[in-house]
């Protein structure tokens, strides 16, 4: 099943959005849900990972402080809570299962079932 993300829109630097991945469960082959964006003429890059077994989060550098991944089980739904947002936050963002190693989960091969993913727009 592909997870889809949704929540995007336009909004003002410093604002804040959530965006919701769902359906986002686990299973015996996902070990987590991961965030990835992609901007206009850039490569897909890592945002946040959860990981199911624990509830570990990772992040990267360049959103660190201002994003948070979290998930709602009865929801089966994951979402990531970004402040502080800035016009280079601006991107397509997409929201897959995990189905590597734990040293995987910034590289977006190791991720299955994207869906169709939601626009952030930020403007400064």
């Known amino acids: 099943v592909q997870l889809q993300a949704s929540g995007g829109g336009l909004v003002q630097a410093g604002d804040s959005l959530r965006l919701s991945c769902a359906p986002a469960r686990r299973t015996g082959s996902n070990h987590g849900v991961g965030w990835f964006r992609q901007a206009p003429g850039k490569e897909r890059e890592f945002v946040a990972h959860?990981?199911?077994?624990?509830?570990?989060?990772y992040y990267a550098d360049s959103v660190k402080g201002r994003f948070t991944i979290s998930r709602d089980n009865a929801k089966d739904t994951v979402y990531l809570q970004m402040n502080s947002l800035k016009p280079e936050d601006t991107a397509v963002y997409y929201c897959a299962n995990h189905r590597g190693p734990l040293s995987t989960v910034g590289v977006d091969t190791s991720y299955a079932n994207w869906g169709q993913g939601t626009l952030v727009t930020v403007s400064s």
């Open positions: 959860l990981r199911w077994s624990g509830g570990y989060t």
